[in-house]
């Protein structure tokens, strides 16, 4: 148990783990994947790479510590770690290993005359408290997704029904599961886990559910990426009637059920999320609902016919607006403005009086000029939703 004592070191420690949290957590991470293979599945490599993966964990871990006498002000981080886990399939036993390697890693970086045997004393107890909630909380979440009509614990076998081009970039893959049986429900903006093998290594991903909930079958529409190992095996690779193991849903970026207006914001892949809410908002209730993607041309622009469809059955509820950075060739359908986005652009077509609910994502260059746009407009921040395809990071 973490005494007043350890919540006092581990609080004074926090000014040495701000100087140098993302080279703790970079060398953390490089112990763990080099001598613990078997948690190498958990991780992506190209998020540690590009450091999103060392410096979202640094941001958690920080964040912990400054508010370890007050956990309630971690606010939203804990429900988006656990389903993170959830969606990856973290078990109890791999919480042993992380925290052995980050108490090396406090005293390997930081050197044994600051971190001293008080202070990793001092962590071991801090992290076993954050190990023991996180434990609690995701074993929940398995039980009910395993109690729920249609789910599951663990990997199931889902054959590939159907794979169609969305766009130059985007394939969907309709996904149904072997043994016949229903699926359990999922919120739209949730997320499930993929387990595959490539290149004869074992990978875990997460690829958001882009239709609607139907009981008994996922869709899952995924970007080729330049250097996605993944995401080139499934384009290339993974044809109908191939066999892949997926995790139950999770994630906490849902649709909230509301009277309020629905705006829908979206860049590139972005779309698969927000395509899910906009057909179930259209289906089960009668808001209002504006939806604005952002796309680098036509040739990329996933979904459109689908949405041009959705927008003449549902003329009287539903805008739809596109942007294409790269004028569309003619002959195309025609965007309703090119260019970057614009702040009085997109002003002009949300809802009067700011009284909506808006989600929105993409990259985080673009969430963080959306965030900021509808913050000047003077949106409430729990009325603008977002959130990270990858670690989970602060737009600022």
């Given amino acids: 148990m973490l005494t007043d004592a350890q919540r006092d070191i581990v609080k004074a420690t926090v000014p040495l783990l701000e100087t140098g949290g993302e080279a703790l957590t970079t060398h953390f991470y490089r112990?763990?994947?080099?001598?613990?293979?078997?948690?190498?599945?958990?991780?992506?490599?190209?998020?540690?790479?590009?450091?999103?993966?060392?410096?979202?964990?640094?941001?958690?871990v920080l964040m912990y510590a400054r508010n370890i006498d007050r956990l309630e002000a971690l606010g939203p981080l804990a429900s988006q770690i656990v389903n993170k886990h959830v969606a990856l399939q973290i078990l109890p036993e791999h919480y042993p290993i992380v925290g052995a390697c980050l108490l090396r890693a406090i005293r390997e970086v930081l050197g044994a005359e600051v971190a001293t045997d008080a202070v990793i004393d001092a962590w071991a107890a801090a992290y076993q408290q954050l190990a023991d909630i996180l434990i609690g909380a995701e074993a929940a979440v398995y039980d009910a997704l395993a109690a729920a009509p249609g789910g599951w614990r663990g990997g199931r076998a889902f054959s590939v029904a159907r794979k169609v081009r969305e766009s130059s970039e985007i394939t969907s893959f309709h996904l149904v599961p072997v043994d016949g049986g229903p699926v359990v429900d999922f919120k739209p903006g949730q997320y499930i886990g993929l387990k595959l093998v490539v290149g004869g290594q074992e990978v875990r991903r997460n690829y958001s559910l882009s239709a609607a909930p139907n009981?008994?079958?996922?869709?899952?529409?995924?970007?080729?990426?330049?250097?996605?190992?993944?995401?080139?095996?499934?384009?290339?690779?993974?044809?109908?009637?191939?066999?892949?193991?997926?995790?139950?849903?999770?994630?906490?970026?849902?649709?909230?059920?509301?009277?309020?207006?629905?705006?829908?914001?979206?860049?590139?892949?972005?779309?698969?999320?927000?395509?899910?809410?906009?057909?179930?908002a259209l289906a089960d209730s009668q808001r209002e609902v504006v939806f604005v993607h952002y796309a680098r041309n036509a040739e990329v622009h996933a979904f459109g016919g689908v949405l041009d469809d959705w927008a003449r059955q549902h003329a009287d509820r539903l805008r739809v607006h596109t942007v294409y950075e790269q004028p569309a060739p003619a002959g195309l359908r025609a965007p309703a403005a090119n260019g970057r986005p614009a702040a009085d652009q997109l002003a002009a077509w949300l809802p009067p009086g700011r009284d909506f609910d808006a989600y929105f994502l993409g990259p985080k260059p673009f969430m963080a000029f959306i965030k900021r746009t509808l913050q000047d407009m003077g949106v409430p921040p729990e009325r603008a939703r977002y959130e990270f395809f990858g670690p989970a990071e602060q737009l600022g």
């Fill in 31 to 60: 112990v763990m994947l080099g001598e613990y293979p078997q948690v190498r599945p958990l991780f992506n490599q190209a998020h540690q790479t590009a450091g999103t993966q060392p410096r979202a964990l640094a941001n958690a």
């Fill in 215 to 280: 009981g008994v079958s996922y869709r899952i529409s995924v970007k080729r990426e330049p250097e996605g190992v993944v995401s080139t095996h499934l384009h290339d690779q993974v044809g109908e009637g191939h066999v892949l193991e997926l995790f139950p849903p999770a994630g906490d970026f849902t649709l909230d059920a509301s009277l309020r207006p629905l705006v829908l914001i979206s860049g590139g892949v972005g779309i698969t999320p927000t395509l899910a809410m906009l057909e179930s």
